[in-house]
């Protein structure tokens, strides 16, 4: 079975940071990765997704990620956070239909 | 647009008692997925449906749970006697179809068994 690291747990930022979320997985074939987002009191909602192609892949609200196939990694990356970006991440990949999530990661932007 | 709806929000049962949760795709999916939130845990697979089939139920519990997806009405996640340890979040989750496609998650059912 494959499983899904994210390296922080909570990560703490002000406005206008630099923000990078790690994330590895252990699948060894070929990979369908996913960052979804959850804000306070909503629903999980798709941020970006990798099939294939381009290893860096744009998302919504200013946030890519980029797949490193040789280091199993699938990092979030921002370079400018908003106090609206306050919310829990988490990484997933697909395999056979399910999706096997990381712990997720907290994010709190300060003002 | 509707999205996925899920039925109940917040689900109160007394240990003992059966749970029944509800969820409906995005209209035209045919793959359901649920996914169960433990305290201080990541999200976990539970079962994918396709109308009529179970097409995997690796991440369920064997005893107590079970899921069907009829071909007409909503998805049901049932759960039978439930303990304190059934005390979690209930997403459930559509598609179009497998593979090369996003889930869409509904706003999920908060059980609380006492």
């Known amino acids: 079975a494959q499983s899904v690291s994210q390296h922080n747990h909570h990560v703490i930022l002000s406005e206008a940071a630099s923000l990078e979320l790690g994330c590895n997985y252990s699948?060894?074939?070929?990979?369908?990765l996913f960052w979804y987002v959850q804000y306070p009191g909503q629903h999980l909602q798709l941020l970006l997704k990798y099939f294939s192609g381009d290893p860096l892949v744009k998302g919504i609200k200013g946030f890519e990620a980029e797949f490193i196939k040789s280091k199993f990694s699938f990092n979030l990356r921002k370079p400018s956070v908003q106090w609206s970006d306050t919310a829990e991440y988490f990484c997933?990949?697909?395999?056979?239909?399910?999706?096997?999530f990381g712990q997720g990661t907290i994010l709190t932007v300060h003002p | 647009n509707a999205g996925v709806m899920q039925n109940p929000r917040h689900l109160v049962r007394r240990r003992g008692q059966e749970a029944r949760l509800r969820c409906s795709p995005v209209?035209?999916?045919?793959?359901v997925y649920w996914y169960r939130q433990l305290p201080e845990e990541g999200l976990k697979f539970m079962v994918y449906l396709q109308k009529e089939n179970i097409i995997d139920e690796s991440g369920m519990p064997k005893e107590r749970f079970s899921a069907e997806f009829p071909k007409e009405g909503p998805s049901i996640l049932r759960i039978q006697q439930v303990v304190r340890g059934d005390s979690a979040a209930y997403f459930c989750?559509?598609?179009?179809?497998?593979?090369?496609?996003?889930?869409?998650f509904g706003p999920g059912t908060r059980l609380t068994v006492t």
């Open positions: 997933a990949v697909n395999e056979d239909g399910k999706l096997t």
């Open positions: 209209k035209g999916h045919s793959h």
């Open positions: 989750a559509s598609s179009p179809a497998t593979g090369m496609y996003e889930q869409y």
């Open positions: 699948y060894g074939g070929t990979v369908n």
